[in-house]
């Protein structure tokens, strides 16, 4: 009965949004696939962040407990859409996000249908900046106030369509 769902997403070294909580995938649980190449083995540490590897890199990983795998954004909304979820939040947690990504999570959520809105968490550097090309872009926006919840409505105002908790505006 459920009609929408929270992704968080990274933005990979290649430009590409990734669904994924975690930053560093192999320091949370994450290991390569069996058949995954000596050579990206050999190229990546633990502490690695998805920011680093580029997309073809990501694929390679599966969690540990429960087979998880780092998928693109389209593609999960799309695995939403036959849930038939009607509302997607995608989390920006790590990584550049440019106006091409927004760019392109808006064209796959027009040509599936499904609304999306971006939120991110005040606290996370370029928080802001996130929001501002979400919103250039024509995404509905979210911001999560974090930390002295103290927020510049310079910085804010203008392209934040809903506050989830307290704000003291400045």
Excluded: C
Excluded at 105 to 129: D, F, H, Y
Aim: hydrophobic share 35%.
């Amino acid at each position: 009965g459920y009609t929408s769902i929270d992704l968080d997403f990274q933005v990979t070294k290649d430009g590409y949004a990734v669904n994924t909580h975690w930053g560093r995938p192999r320091m949370h649980g994450f290991r390569w696939r069996k058949s995954t190449p000596k050579s990206i083995r050999k190229k990546f540490k633990l502490s690695s962040k998805i920011s680093q590897m580029t997309l073809e890199e990501t694929k390679w990983l599966v969690s540990i407990k429960g087979g998880y795998r780092i998928r693109e954004v389209e593609d999960m909304l799309a695995i939403a859409k036959k849930l038939d979820f009607k509302r997607i939040e995608l989390e920006a947690k790590g990584g550049a996000f440019s106006r091409e990504i927004f760019r392109g999570v808006k064209e796959a959520s027009e040509r599936l249908g499904i609304k999306v809105q971006v939120k991110t968490l005040s606290n996370i550097p370029g928080a802001a900046r996130r929001l501002k090309n979400a919103h250039l872009e024509g995404l509905d926006t979210i911001i999560l106030p974090r930390g002295t919840r103290r927020l510049k409505k310079s910085s804010y105002w203008g392209h934040t369509k809903y506050v989830r908790g307290k704000v003291v505006w400045i």
